[in-house]
Nanobody
Framework: QVQLVESGGGLVQPGGSLRLSCAASGFTFSNYAMRWYRQAPGKERELVATINSVGSITVYADSVKGRFTISRDNAKKTMYLQMNSLKPEDTAMYYC????????WGQGTQVTVSS
């Protein structure tokens, strides 16, 4: 069955960096676009970044543009989110999603930006 497992979250100081990973299994990873979403307490889920199936096209939310980089390694069936210059407002649970029909989601990894 389809599985998406996020990792790499944690506590980081403002201005710091983290790299999230999303390991995929149970489907042909290289056939699908992928997304990172985040959800902060009391807020709606927000689309952070999208990458196409071959990694040649990426799209970012304005709130993370220039600070976050989405990438993927199809040989490893893994997607990444490099997050630099982190701000307290980046604090959220981060989820990966495969743009299949139906879509599938991972369980999330917590990112907390605080001094």
């Amino acid at each position: 069955q389809v599985q998406l497992v996020e990792s790499g979250g944690g506590l980081v100081q403002p201005g710091g960096s983290l790299r999230l990973s999303c390991a995929a299994s149970g489907f042909t990873f290289s056939n699908y676009a992928m997304r990172w979403y985040r959800q902060a307490p009391g807020k709606e889920r927000e689309l952070v970044a999208t990458i196409n199936s071959v990694g040649s096209i990426t799209v970012y939310a304005d709130s993370v543009k220039g600070r976050f980089t989405i990438s993927r390694d199809n040989a490893k069936k893994t997607m990444y989110l490099q997050m630099n210059s982190l701000k307290p407002e980046d604090t959220a649970m981060y989820y990966c999603m495969v743009r299949s029909d139906p879509a599938y989601w991972g369980q999330g990894t917590q990112v907390t930006v605080s001094s």
